[in-house]
């Protein structure tokens, strides 16, 4: 017996720790994307993928190809990609989120082929029938940041860090894990790093992803160490106001008490990160946040974008699978694994769809302040930021926020899909059927086709009828 427990406690010493990489701060974070370069012209086009692994990406990956041929009549081969400004991720959505970000649409054609249809567990423990599996799972996780995070480099990011990012790319990008010990959600942000007085141009990609995609007990969490006295921080006003405002959101009270927590050597020295969907499967809660601290009304839009913005567009791509619980036909159950799986896909799930809700809302009010400051402005800043006054509409802005997920699709298409794992590797089959699911409840998403009959001209409207053909409608947008 003795010896049982001596050799049960060396394997559960055996579970790969991750030591922390992050480097200390020197100066401070810049901007992922300098404003300057952003968002030039009328179109505004924001993404947010959800988790579920390899599922998660195809899916993203159809919705990208679905905007791709949007819009192509009108001569560019890129389609709407070329207005989309900030991507979103969640765990296996984080994957199209970092590559995306990083390469824009270049970095679309050919994905497939380099990564979807490649075995993304290559360098993975994934047998559950391993004493020794079982042990690193309850110790920790079973594998550290050596499989996945080097995959993801070795096949799509070659070592690029946010860095990197800042200086090649013109997208905003959010990559999300979360926070076991804050119960939320971690964005990859500079202002986050501030707070934890680290060098975010120095983190790769890879480990971002790698963060986002750490499924508890298949992975050991991503370590960062949190560098204070090593920077001069100062905290930023809203989170100021925020601990003294009665009417801040909780998901704003909870994210200052994060960036907080951050800065006190006795509370918090290691943040220890897990997958994003434990607190927001979707990756809106950063975009809630940001429109709640803004200071400004034009936020997180610079002022010139703010006045030429028309017409903007968030989709959501949802790629979660409907549950077939067998344990609803019969008195027992569930119970074991079961019992947890269900625990945790039920908490994932009410953060999503409350994550989601919040985001809109906060979307919602944003439009009629937006136009209120855009309204008050005097017409000569407004020919100062435009560039001239010359069919200048104050009131000519429209938000269109909608979600592609798996319910709008035929039941038989549906059914298939819901059978498809949520693993870092997918049959060829599996992978194409998933894209083109993409494909399709993009096309059908409502908002969607709202925000192409949005747009003057007639290049868009085969598009639009061949949308509504598909099961789409024509909706009004949030302002409406």
Same mark, same amino acid.
């Given at each position: ?223 960062? $160490? ?168 104050? $009131? ?85």
């Amino acid at each position: 017996m003795r010896r049982a427990v001596f050799s049960l406690l060396l394997l559960l010493g055996c579970a790969p720790w991750n030591q922390p990489l992050n480097q200390p701060l020197q100066d401070e974070n810049a901007p992922l994307v300098e404003p300057a370069v952003v968002g030039d012209g009328e179109l505004y086009i924001g993404l947010a993928f959800s988790g579920g692994g390899l599922r998660a990406t195809s899916f993203a990956y159809g919705m990208l190809e679905e905007l791709r041929a949007a819009g192509v009549e009108t001569g560019s081969p890129n389609g709407l990609l070329d207005q989309v400004r900030l991507v979103s991720g969640v765990s296996g959505g984080s994957i199209m989120a970092a590559q995306f970000g990083l390469y824009g649409p270049a970095g679309v054609p050919g994905f497939r082929e380099r990564f979807l249809v490649t075995d993304g567990e290559a360098y993975m423990v994934t047998s559950g029938l391993n004493p020794l599996t079982i042990a690193k799972g309850v110790a920790g996780g079973v594998n550290g940041r050596d499989t996945f995070g080097r995959y993801l480099d070795d096949t799509l990011f070659k070592g690029a860090t946010f860095g990197d990012l800042r200086k090649r790319s013109r997208i905003k990008t959010w990559i999300n894990a979360t926070d076991m010990a804050n119960n939320t959600p971690f964005l990859f942000s500079p202002e986050t790093f501030d707070a934890l007085c680290s060098d975010l141009s120095k983190v790769r990609l890879s480990e971002a992803v790698a963060a986002s995609a750490a499924f508890p007990l298949v992975f050991t969490p991503i370590v960062l $160490k949190a560098h204070q006295g090593k920077c001069d921080y100062r905290e930023p006003d809203w989170l100021t106001a925020a601990r003294y405002n009665p009417e801040a959101t909780a998901a704003m009270r909870a994210h200052a008490r994060a960036l907080e927590s951050y800065t006190n050597p006795e509370e918090v020295k290691f943040v220890k990160l897990l997958d994003g969907g434990i607190t927001d499967n979707f990756g809106t809660t950063g975009l809630a946040v940001e429109r709640a601290r803004a200071q400004v009304p034009y936020a997180p839009l610079t002022e010139e974008e703010a006045v030429k913005l028309k017409r903007m567009l968030f989709l959501v791509a949802n790629a979660g699978v409907e549950e077939d619980y067998d344990w609803t036909q019969k008195v027992a159950g569930p119970g074991g694994v079961n019992l947890a799986m269900s625990i945790a896909t039920s908490a994932m799930s009410a953060a999503s769809r409350s994550g989601y809700d919040s985001m809109r809302g906060e979307l919602r009010f944003w439009e009629a302040e937006l136009i209120e400051w855009r309204c008050a402005l005097p017409m000569a800043e407004v020919r100062r930021l435009r560039g001239s006054t010359a069919g200048w509409d104050c $009131k000519d802005v429209k938000l269109f926020v909608g979600e592609a997920s798996f319910a709008s699709l035929p039941p038989d298409m549906r059914d298939a899909l819901n059978k498809v794992p949520t693993r870092l590797k997918l049959k060829t089959s599996d992978v194409d059927m998933v894209i083109e699911a993409g494909r399709l409840a993009t096309r059908m998403t409502p908002e969607f086709n709202g925000f192409l009959a949005s747009l003057s001209g007639n290049a868009v409207d085969s598009r639009i009828e061949a949308g509504i053909a598909a099961g789409g409608r024509r909706v009004m947008p949030l302002g409406n």
